[in-house]
């Protein structure tokens, strides 16, 4: 049972270049988050996708775009790479973001740096 | 929304109970509180949560005081793979439509001993 997993772990990139970060899950969740991690700043929330078919803004989504592909993959575009985007991303996956009780499972994480 | 203060960083011997307090004054009345642990740069594990009532799991417990500002999380028997960065979080729950959105503190640092 792999969980969440995320591709790829490790990705340097130039400035303006575009990439794309694959997140997939096994447990039949509904919904899906990225989230980014930077040193002193906890985790904040890029986007979300409550259900297939709908994905909506969290709380720093500029400089990126999202596709929920199907019910299992959820990736993260980033078109033009900038340094303030050199950060860990966390995928994570739950039941249903409108449960009370609701657990979220992450990933193991992409460290990008943009140069 | 609610934020939570922890102590930066705390000790721990191994096999003795570690006690990991969380002060969420501002925390209103329809808000959960979440414990979460990340283990060296892993993606968070989540361990617990709570509204009102004190919790236990296979993990740990959860102790909220009655006026819901603070919690503390237990680890009975620690352990040297215990060591992480435990987050205390307060997730608002807004009906329908919420998006699991978690408020992330700086955490407290457990070192457990030998």
């Known amino acids: 049972n792999a969980g969440v997993t995320q591709t790829p772990k490790f990705q340097v990139l130039k400035t303006g270049q575009s990439m794309t970060l694959q997140c997939a899950q096994d447990m039949n969740h509904n919904s899906m988050y990225w989230y980014r991690q930077d040193p002193g700043m906890g985790l904040r929330l890029i986007y979300y996708s409550a259900s297939e078919g709908t994905t909506d803004k969290g709380e720093v989504p500029n400089g990126y775009n999202v596709s929920r592909l199907n019910k299992r993959e959820f990736s993260l575009r980033l078109e033009s790479a900038a340094p303030s985007q050199t950060s860990v991303y966390f995928c994570?996956?739950?039941?249903?973001?409108?449960?009370?009780?609701?657990?979220?499972?992450f990933g193991s994480g992409t460290q990008l740096s943009v140069l | 929304d609610a934020k939570t203060t922890q102590p930066p960083s705390m000790d721990c011997a191994e096999g003795r109970a570690a006690n990991l307090p969380c002060n969420h004054s501002?925390?209103?009345?329809?808000?959960?509180v979440y414990w979460y642990r990340q283990i060296h740069s892993q993606g968070p594990q989540y361990i617990i949560h709570g509204l009102k009532n004190n919790e236990t799991n296979e993990m740990a417990s959860l102790i909220i005081t009655e006026d819901r500002k603070s919690s503390t999380l237990i680890l009975p028997h620690a352990t040297l793979r215990d060591t992480a960065v435990y987050y205390c979080?307060?997730?608002?729950?807004?009906?329908?439509?919420?998006?699991?959105?978690?408020?992330f503190g700086q955490g407290t640092t457990l070192q457990v001993k030998p």
């Open positions: 994570a996956s739950s039941e249903d973001s409108a449960r009370t009780n609701e657990k979220l499972f």
């Open positions: 501002t925390i209103s009345g329809n808000e959960y």
């Open positions: 979080i307060v997730r608002v729950f807004h009906g329908s439509g919420n998006t699991g959105k978690l408020i």
